[in-house]
């Protein structure tokens, strides 16, 4: 048995989804924690390409079960949407999905003030998605949000509803200018959702202890990145949930002492999307190159992604922040054929060698980095599943990489494709398995 958080280690867009499909293999539960239908999780099978938004990358496997637990945002249209889309593959998901009673809704006037939000910013927007999920979670914080479960009764969600349309509408009046909502059609577009996902409305923290307790692989799956994180990322741009693994336990209701592992996805080089400091970003052609190999565009949005270096230093915060225990590598063959390949090991402020990031937003975007070069191979790796056949090369930046982290990989992946990974170490045969 063994219980395994995946965390996003940089600024989102890891590959996660690639690596929650492959663990699913040996887990009998996937389970989101956090974020909403703003994250992008694509997965390869063959020459059908998936991509997922709320629901966990694991329902690409018909006999594991699927929870959005209580610490994510629940936009209805759009699971729906996915579940149709899902279901129009020939992808099982009656039976399989089971969605939080606890988890908050995302209302329409969250998407109204989301948007409205952002473009009253201007050049000072945070670059997010518009999806309504800041102020969903604003709601929830706030103890007037809505959660799925009081969709099961109407009249409870009618008085709730009623008075957030009041307060919502006044905002989007009184702030914005524009114009606001009926509760009564609101009403009744939700009644008409709660038919259809009712059948997926559980007590989900039950079914994850019932499950531990079984001593069953549980795989707990986060979206966006630990730099996005609300407490730890690069505030305030960041997402507006607990992104780290800590928020597994949050989000899903598992005590901490029931953690086995904590995986970091770990991009070979860097990316981010939206607005905020990044030290190691390329504004030259080898930026746009790694981003036209990387194919770094948005799965949610299809924004373009910034490109730059690996840097360490936003890693190590990522290792001690998360507690890792080992890292799954991406896209590794993305940077075949580099003559040369950087990492960046420090950074230079204002004149001063530091190794850890900044907690101030000022000084971050100050920062110098500072890099150590290494040869690039010339050699692919493209589909490499046995890891004594990489070029020595990539052997060596992937060894420099886990001696700066301090972490061991105990993934690397070598393509797109669900097959295109090197599987170094298991990651569910736990000590606490041999007691």
């Known amino acids: ?5 995946v965390v996003g280690a940089q600024w989102g867009d890891e590959g996660k989804g690639k690596i929650v499909d492959y663990l699913t293999k040996e887990a009998d539960i996937v389970a989101r924690f956090q974020g909403g239908h703003n994250a992008g999780h694509t997965v390869v099978i063959k020459d059908s390409k998936y991509v997922l938004h ?29 579940i149709d ?4 593959n020939g992808i099982r998901v009656s039976g399989n999905l089971l969605i939080s009673k606890n988890a908050h809704l995302i209302m329409p006037y969250h998407i109204a003030l989301d948007k409205a939000s952002e473009q009253s910013k201007g050049r000072k927007s945070i670059g997010t998605t518009g999806r309504g999920i800041g102020p969903a979670y604003v709601d929830k914080m706030a103890r007037t949000g809505i959660r799925v479960g009081e969709l099961l009764t109407p009249g409870l969600f009618r008085e709730k509803l009623k008075v957030n349309v009041r307060q919502a509408n006044i905002l989007l009046k009184n702030l914005y200018n524009l114009k606001g909502f009926n509760p009564g059609r609101i009403f009744d577009e939700y009644m008409a959702y709660a038919e259809k996902i009712r059948v997926h409305i559980a007590d989900t923290d039950l079914v994850i202890d019932r499950a531990i307790s079984e001593k069953k692989n549980v795989l707990l799956e986060g979206a966006q990145g630990t730099l996005l994180d609300i407490d730890h990322g690069t505030y305030p741009f960041v997402t507006s949930s607990s992104a780290v693994a800590g928020g597994a336990c949050i989000g899903l209701g598992i005590g901490p002492t029931n953690i086995s592992k904590v995986i970091g996805i770990v991009k070979a080089y860097t990316t981010r999307v939206g607005s905020g400091p990044f030290p190691t970003e390329l504004h030259d052609a080898t930026g746009e190159l790694i981003r036209e190999k990387g194919g770094e565009f948005g799965a949610t949005t299809g924004r373009a992604r910034r490109c730059g270096w690996l840097d ?13 225990s080992g890292m799954a590598l991406t896209k590794l063959d993305i940077l075949d054929g580099f003559d040369t390949i950087k990492i960046c090991t420090a950074y230079k402020l204002k004149g001063r060698l530091i190794h850890e990031m900044p907690k101030e937003l000022s000084s971050l975007e100050d920062c110098i980095p500072v890099y150590e070069e290494m040869e690039g191979w010339k050699e692919s790796t493209l589909g490499i599943s046995d890891a004594g056949k990489l070029p020595r090369r990539a052997r060596a930046y992937i060894k420099r990489i886990e001696t700066l982290i301090g972490i061991r990989a105990d993934i690397i992946s070598t393509g797109q494709k669900r097959d ?11 000590r606490r398995d041999l007691k």
Do not use: D, W
């Open 1 to 5: 048995m063994a219980v395994v958080i």
């Open 54 to 82: 709320l629901i966990p990358s694991g329902i690409l496997h018909k006999n594991t079960v699927c929870i959005i637990g209580n610490g994510v945002v629940v936009e209805p249209a759009s699971l729906i949407k996915e």
């Open 420 to 430: 295109e990974l090197i599987h170094v170490r298991e990651i569910f045969r736990c």
């Open 312 to 324: 360490t230093v936003i890693l190590k915060h990522s290792a001690r922040i998360n507690g890792l």
């Open 85 to 88: 889309e899902l279901r129009g």
